[in-house]
């Protein structure tokens, strides 16, 4: 066998693989699931590039491809891993997978009959090859379409539930599914474009995508070994459950939600970063659906946009008060509760048109 770029790349990304799926089970920390699944995606894209690798060489060449049934296997561990990250004390019986692998039973079925069949007859029959690749991108796009969907449901859970949506709780996961939307459409491409030289580029271009992905999970893992906390079942349904019907009266409701404004605005518990809607109902003594409910159907707003209004109101008046010209922008931002500066400028030109400094600079 030459080593040839390709070559090279296959070598590399099952290297990674073996490590990552090693560091993963003996991990100490973290969610245990969730590092049980994203093992389980390294360990099957090793023993796939080990498949790929074995075969490539003339004496192997009687030992099966195993691809489809590794290709069948990525769309639903993507989408498990998305799963545990996103809910809090999740485990392996709640993720349903004996549902998942009774849907995946027909597929699962026809690519070990594929697997079985003649070699020969598989590598002459580009009809009989279709029949097993066109199912398996199907079912992988699909996969892709329903954790994207997930991540929607999580912004829009986050945004009910948390006063500080840290962006690295979605952007880890967004881009795993980019990355595996890129090598769905890499291979799409590479299947229905049977160019050879066109092949042979978008092939390099697939191992790089999976090698630079690998290297990310490793990067990540070391650097942040525990940084998913989840979402709790309180905060879905506060969030998604057929909504309790507000029996109090409009003088009630109104008395309630002035007793949220004036909380917040004389104990300001939104100087708290991570405040939450659990929190802030706790201090209350409502439940946090009521609460909820109260802020979105009484103010039209979620808790996120709720609890940010106090926010940039008090680093307006902060920036406009000539005494506190010789405070930086950043402290300002940490004062009024937020932890991150692009989410206070994202935010804050969200509720003002401008950034922080341009709005300093105007009044100016």
Known sequence: MKLTLINALILLIIFQCNVFTFYLITLPKGKKTSNLILAGITLCLGLHFTNILVVGFSVFKAIPQFNPIFSLLYGPLVYFYAQSLIYKDIDLAKLRFNVHAFANMPLLSYAVFWILD???????????????????????????????????????????????????????????????????????????????????????????????????????????????AGIAAEDEAATFEAKEVLNKQSSVKQQDLDAVQQYMENEKPYHTPELSLQQLAEALKFSPRYLSQLINQQLQQNFFEFVNTYRIEEAKALLTDPENRHMRINEIMYQVGFQSKSTFNQVFKKFTGVTPTQFRDKII
């Open 118 to 228: 003649d070699y020969q007859n598989r590598q002459n029959n580009q009809a009989l090859n279709s029949y097993v690749t066109v199912p398996v991108l199907i079912q992988f796009g699909l996969y892709l379409l329903i954790t994207y969907r997930s991540l929607v449901r999580y912004q829009r859970i986050l945004n009910n539930t948390q006063s500080s949506v840290v962006n690295i709780r979605l952007s880890w996961l967004k881009f795993i599914n980019v990355m595996m939307a890129i090598f769905w459409l890499l291979v799409t491409i590479e299947f229905f474009v049977p160019i050879p030289f066109v092949q042979y580029f978008i092939v390099e271009l697939i191992f790089a995508a999976i090698l630079f992905m690998v290297l990310s999970f490793v990067y990540k893992g070391l650097r942040h070994p525990n940084f998913f």
